[in-house]
């Protein structure tokens, strides 16, 4: 879903009038931002302009107090300073995406750092703001963080559900799943594990049952969204080259005809 928020004033000056706002988010579940400074003001102008937009907000005077706190897990984005004593809104960062959190950030910051700012936005930042920000400017890049973080549990959802079906699959269902996503034959398949190719398209229906697939097309897509180590578990079973090296072998041995 596309978000979007809308205010006509500049932060830290008067609060925007609630109908000319828009908060479209449905009946999914509601977002919070979270705001992370270490300047009271800046928070407390932060929160009032989230509340004229129908925003949830909880605020941090620093990224500790923010990495101790424990959350609800909703859909939303961070908003956090990048120069704060202790720990940086960088090394905030870096912590979460060390811990496999990808919450969307968006940096505000006093200074025009250019190389921290491409810093922040090659880790996946959403935005990098310089204060004084327009508030309009600011609720875009949160509109678009939520709709990131909406976007990434969708997609977190649909992996869940690919990962319960597979590992319904016995070993062998898995690497014949692995062959033929890689585009490998049935005839390929069963020489490479050493099967038989009725055996190969028995392993195939179940694959196609059990994870719930209609098609070669959507087993491939499902193989790729499935975590690359969950892929590289399954035993790789190189192409034997000793099938080309039997047919050049045939043809060494030819006898020469005579003329």
Known sequence: MSISYHANV????TVPDRSQTVSDWGGAERPLVIFVDDDAKVREALDELMQSVGLDTISFGS?????EAELSDRP???????????VSGLDLQHRLLESGDEKPIIFLTAHGDIPMSVQAMKAGAV??????VRDQTLLDAIAAGIDRDAKQRAQARIVTDHLSKFALLTPRERQVMQEVAIGRLNKQ???????SEITVKLHR?????KMKLTSVGE????????PEGVRNSVEAQPYPAKIADAGRLAISHRPAMAF
């Open 10 to 13: 500049s932060l830290g000056h």
């Open 63 to 67: 990224t500790q107090e923010f990495l």
């Open 76 to 86: 939303g984005c961070i908003v956090a300073d990048v120069r704060m004593p202790g």
């Open 127 to 132: 935005d990098f703001l310089t204060k004084p």
């Open 189 to 195: 398949i069963a020489f490479c594990l050493g099967i």
């Open 205 to 209: 229906c179940n694959v196609m049952r």
């Open 219 to 226: 087993l491939v897509h499902v193989w790729e969204a499935l």
